[in-house]
């Protein structure tokens, strides 16, 4: 009876942890300080929300949404795999895009993930209909107190197209003085990313190295394979800074192991 007893608290254990790792939300705030960033976009709040897979968290994604939302937005970044291709279930999705449209103005970029559906049209014009400013291989700004930033979008690279190409498709109506900001899925390309001299990249794509080992970091991520660089966290290199998302959902590994899922805020301090 004992050991009966044992083995149940040790599952009960078990769930635990895998529930806690799973779907305790955590808030990572950066600053992002630089000379192109315009005096009136000082204090400029970014959430980044990156890699939701479908996952659930809580009714209609309620904790989801008010973990954002107590991140107090001015713009949201979405950086790919909002859905996941292996159950793909775009509404379960949209149920938190639809709140993030009412904080503040939300932008899109796709991951391998809506590229693997094949209904990569179908996605982009749901968000489209929310109200979510889309960005396939485009760039759009943002404007405050008479000064800009420019915002910049590339898809996945999964689509049969280089990043290279998709980045100067991109930057080819951009004005190269303003603060240039990225959404690109895929941190492994961050060697392009600098070689395009971009100011501020946003990814996701790794899910932190899915288990994150103590003084040793992820464990393996798509596109890296084992002991992955790019997992999470902040990477500089010349006039590039890159800030990678852990993430909040998961795809073929179903469990995060010390490994909590993530929202990004990066807050904007002129120099």
Avoid at 93 to 105: G, I, N, P, T
Avoid at 201 to 226: C, D, E, K, N, T
Wanted: hydrophobic share 40%; proline share 4%; aromatic share 10%.
């Amino acid at each position: 009876m004992k050991k009966l007893f044992k083995l149940f608290l040790l599952i009960i254990a078990i769930y635990l942890f895998l529930y806690i790792n799973n779907h305790w939300i955590v808030t990572d705030e950066h600053v992002f300080e630089s000379e192109k960033v315009p005096e009136s976009f000082d204090g400029f709040r970014i959430t980044q929300v990156s890699d939701l897979h479908d996952a659930l968290f809580g009714n209609h994604q309620e904790s989801l949404v008010k973990k954002v939302e107590a991140t107090d937005p001015e713009v949201i970044f979405l950086t790919g795999d909002v859905i996941d291709s292996n159950r793909y279930n775009l509404e379960q999705s949209l149920q938190a895009v639809r709140e993030f449209v009412e904080m503040a103005d939300v932008y899109y970029v796709i991951g391998n993930h809506e590229v693997a559906t094949n209904k990569v049209q179908e996605i982009y014009e749901a968000l489209k209909a929310l109200g979510v400013h889309v960005l396939p291989n485009t760039s759009t700004t943002i404007e405050r107190g008479g000064e800009q930033i420019s915002i910049i979008g590339i898809e996945d690279p999964l689509n049969g197209h280089e990043t290279q190409d998709m980045l100067s498709t991109a930057l080819s109506d951009v004005d190269r003085e303003n603060l240039t900001v990225l959404l690109a899925h895929r941190p492994e390309k961050f060697n392009t990313y600098v070689a395009n001299n971009i100011n501020l990249v946003f990814s996701g794509h790794a899910h932190g190295g899915q288990i994150r080992l103590p003084f040793v970091g992820g464990l393996v991520a798509p596109g890296q394979g084992y002991f992955p660089k790019y997992t999470a966290g902040i990477f500089e290199d010349g006039e590039t800074s890159m800030n990678v998302s852990r993430g909040l959902g998961n795809s073929t590994v179903p469990f995060r192991i010390f490994n909590l899922p993530q929202l990004v805020v990066v807050e904007l301090k002129s120099k």
